[in-house]
């Protein structure tokens, strides 16, 4: 028997119907990442699981209770069925350590003490035994969710849902909680997870759901999904073409949250580690070594650089347009300057093809073999 059985799930509101006909199996020990557009449901789907929204009609059986069922007992499914949100949900006027320990002493009857010595073991799982007796507004984002991941786990459940648990953190945090999350996985525990960050759902899935206007469209293993999608949706939404956007109006631009939100962007299109790494170079160099120097050269305080990288249908390649329109309305021809040749030298070394036209600098990169 499947651990999780949902049957013709549907969910209902006054003005729209997120889940229609939601059909799924989740065996023991499985990690199910739900990907798709947003609006298609997938939260809803994770809310009526552990029953935080009441189903329209349909059944969800959980290791063979139906928890749809009128008698259900609520409290226990939820004891058994962790959630992680989005937002953190961290009380913030309770230490670190007494946000773990809330649920344990509260329903499951454990002591204090017992409570508080499982919330530093639980800290430690995920890194942060030092900060148990900090309030939640002394945390990072990153910290706050992985604060949130042990408070989930500090009531044992056999499942763990996690509804999009990257999406409120700043590019250089989520890396710190995916790692914490693969851990989990690693030790076999049951987790469901909504997510955009689809090299982790490619990587650590056991298989993978794509949801689409209220129903699961395809369910398969990572390399079939994103290798070799069945349905025209599916492939649409994986190779769909996707965009990173960055602006610069001070010379001395923030040029670490530029690459670490590049490198989060790349991580999210599952890209391999070392595209990764030349879409990162590329744009180093173009803006960092080349255009920004010759901005300050020439007393252009505000570059007004806006620079867009294009991942290709696949992610072999990608192009990158900088818009430098504002160095010739300043009077600065990029011609006539001296170009950083060692810079220069990588940028034609990695580039396949660029252009400069209009006052739009364009490349595109590639692994060259």
């Not at 992985?146 to 999406?167: H, K, N, Q, Y």
């Not at 170079?281 to 252009?300: F, Y």
């Amino acid at each position: 028997m499947s651990l999780i059985e949902v049957k013709h799930l549907r969910k209902e509101y006054p003005n729209v119907t997120p889940l229609k006909d939601v059909n799924a199996k989740v065996e023991r020990g499985e990690v199910i990442s739900i990907i798709g557009p947003s609006g298609t449901g997938k939260s809803t789907f994770l809310r009526c699981l552990n029953r935080l929204e009441t189903p329209t009609s349909g059944q969800i059986v959980v290791d063979g209770r139906d928890v749809c069922a009128p008698d259900a007992d609520l409290d226990l499914v939820r004891r058994k069925m962790g959630m992680v949100f989005q937002s953190f949900n961290l009380f913030e006027h309770l230490l670190v350590a007494e946000n773990i320990m809330l649920g344990p002493t509260r329903l499951l009857g454990i002591g204090k003490q017992e409570a508080y010595e499982r919330a530093l073991e639980l800290l430690k799982q995920v890194g942060l035994k030092d900060k148990a007796l900090n309030y939640p507004r002394e945390l990072s984002g990153g910290q706050k969710q992985r604060v949130a991941i042990a408070r989930g786990l500090a009531m044992e459940p056999d499942i763990l849902l996690f509804d999009e648990p990257t999406s409120a953190l700043d590019p250089s945090m989520v890396s710190e909680v995916l790692s914490v999350m693969k851990g989990l996985a690693s030790r076999g525990l049951t987790m469901l997870v909504v997510t955009h960050e689809m090299r982790f759902a490619r990587d650590v899935s056991s298989r993978v759901f794509y949801m689409d206007r209220g129903e699961v469209w395809e369910a398969g293993s990572p390399e079939q999904i994103f290798e070799h999608p069945k349905r025209k949706e599916t492939h649409d939404f994986i190779f769909r073409v996707r965009s990173w956007e960055w602006e610069i109006h001070d010379v001395d631009f923030d040029f670490f949250a530029m690459s670490g939100s590049l490198e989060s962007f790349c991580m999210r299109q599952f890209l391999q580690d070392r595209m990764v790494n030349a879409c990162q170079l590329l744009v180093e160099e173009l803006v960092a070594q080349q255009l920004i120097p010759i901005a300050e050269r020439n007393g252009l305080r505000d570059p007004n650089l806006s620079i867009t990288l294009s991942v290709a249908e696949g992610g072999k390649t990608a192009n990158i347009e900088v818009d430098c329109r504002a160095y010739g309305a300043a009077g600065i021809s990029l011609e006539d300057e001296q170009a950083n040749e060692v810079s220069f030298s990588i940028i034609e070394r990695m580039a396949y093809g660029s252009s400069f036209e209009d006052g739009i600098l364009r490349c595109s990169v590639g692994i060259k073999e």
